[in-house]
Structures are given as C-alpha cells and as structure tokens.
C-alpha cells in the first residue's frame, strides 16, 4: 500500500505559476509510475502528467504541454508537477497517483492503483 498527500494547490492569477507536490509513504521501496490527474466540476477526471521509475521518462496530456513539467525526488519519496502560464481551463482539482504498472500502460485512471486526496487549483482570469 501507497498513501499519497498532495500539497501546494491554491488561488493564482491567469499566466501566473504553481508547484504542487506529493509525498509517498507507506511501501515505498517498489517502483512506481507515478502522474497526474485533474478533474473540473461537472467533468470526468483527465490526465496531466506521469513520470516513469526512476524519472528518465515523462509523458504530457497536449493541454499541458511546454507549460507543465512534472519531477520526482526518489530519496524524499516526493512527486512534484511544476505548473507555469497558468490558464482558467487548468481550473480543477488535482490528484496524485501511483502504479506498479510500467510507464507505457496507457493514461487511463483505471490504470492506477493509488490515489492521493487532492488539492484544488483555482485560476483566476
């Protein structure tokens, strides 16, 4: 089992920055893909962002593209996605996963076994 807490959401202005984190506890001596996923009122959850073990892949929903990056701390067990030009569509809440399937299992959430609480990111225009 993974327990994940995501950090860092909040309230910025339109082509302002954020960076958000997640903190892995639990049985952390697996390697895990990890990513995010965001989700608008009244929309089905959307990936952003996943980063493979131990970090030398990463892979970008189009939206987020050149504007979002997304890193993982191995040794503080910390995922991070660094959010820059922010835009009111990034509007959302934003969730932390994991999985013990390799990199390329696809981008579905059903593909992921563990999810963080999330934390809520407002753009404001």
């Known amino acids: 089992q993974v327990q994940l807490i995501e950090s860092g959401g909040g309230l910025v202005q339109a082509g302002g920055s954020l960076r958000l984190s997640c903190a892995a506890s639990?049985?952390?001596?697996?390697?895990?893909?990890m990513g995010w996923f965001r989700q608008a009122p009244g929309k089905e959850r959307e990936f952003v962002a996943a980063?493979?073990?131990?970090?030398?892949?990463?892979y970008y929903a189009h939206s987020v593209k050149d504007r979002f990056a997304i890193s993982r701390d191995n040794a503080k067990n910390t995922l991070y996605l660094q959010m820059n030009s922010l835009k009111s569509e990034d509007t959302a809440v934003y969730y932390c996963a994991a999985r013990r399937l390799s990199f390329d299992s696809g981008t579905s959430p059903d593909k992921f076994d563990y999810w963080g609480q999330g934390t809520q990111v407002t753009v404001s225009s």
């Open positions: 980063i493979s073990w131990p970090g030398s892949s990463t």
């Open positions: 639990g049985r952390t001596d697996r390697s895990y893909t």
